[in-house]
């Protein structure tokens, strides 16, 4: 059974940092396309990275130069490093398998991010 | 960035109704599209994948089509349990990978 556990939503202040951390059983993170797609609240699906199998990675342009993607083999976990974290990035954040590349099958339950001062 | 825009963005129908929910691609994305379920307080559930390929464990009731740019998901007869919000997703021209508004589904 795959599952993925996340940790270390928090609430951080403008300007503040964060790594969120996704745990995968079932699956192995370096073997698969991984992704995180965060959901602000009320508000719908927003893809915000990728890292494929070969480490090639992918970021929103919201995102880029301040968000990073990376996994550790070792402890199977798949990473978010958030810096520079403005109130626009209040979401709940979502790790996800991207089969293929292109279609999220198997989700974490989610991490609360909520910036604000 | 290809835009992804949803119809109806919410929708009220009975237990037993056929509902469909459409789907509209900026640009020609071929059946690069997916669908999702999201409960409320929940992860996203994928249900479609190619626009049209019935996830292992989804219902017989949920059926999608289209191609180019116009895409629907249908729901053959409403049980309470597809209350949730449906997103499609495309993966025409990435990155990166956006999906509709969603549609929020709510029982009559």
């Known amino acids: 059974e795959v599952q993925l556990a996340q940790s270390g939503g928090n609430l951080v202040q403008p300007g503040g940092s964060l790594r969120l951390t996704c745990e995968a059983s079932?699956?192995?993170?370096?073997?698969?396309?991984m992704s995180w797609i965060r959901q602000p609240p009320g508000q719908g699906l927003e893809w915000v990275s990728d890292?494929?199998?070969?480490?090639?990675?992918f970021y929103a342009d919201s995102v880029k130069g301040r968000f990073t993607i990376s996994r550790d083999r070792s402890k199977n976990t798949l990473f978010l490093q958030m810096n520079n974290l403005r109130n626009e990035d209040t979401a709940v954040y979502y790790c996800?398998?991207?089969?293929?590349?292109?279609?999220?099958?198997?989700w974490g339950q989610g991490a609360p991010v909520i910036v604000s001062s | 960035d290809i835009q992804m825009t949803q119809s109806p963005s919410s929708l009220s129908a009975s237990v037993g109704d056929r509902v469909t929910i459409t789907c509209r691609a900026s640009q020609d994305i071929y059946i690069y599209l997916n669908w999702y379920q999201q409960r409320p307080g929940k992860a996203p559930k994928l249900l479609i994948s190619d626009a049209s390929n019935l996830e292992a464990g989804a219902p017989s009731r949920f059926s999608a089509s289209g191609s180019g740019t116009d895409f629907t998901l249908t729901i053959s007869s409403l049980q309470p349990e597809d209350i949730a919000t449906y997103y499609c997703?495309?993966?025409?021209?990435?990155?990166?990978?956006?999906f509709g508004q969603g549609t929020r589904l709510e029982i009559k």
């Open positions: 996800a398998r991207s089969r293929g590349g292109n279609r999220f099958d198997f």
């Open positions: 079932g699956i192995s993170v370096s073997d698969n396309y």
């Open positions: 997703q495309q993966y025409g021209n990435v990155p990166p990978i956006t």
């Open positions: 890292v494929y199998r070969n480490d090639i990675t």
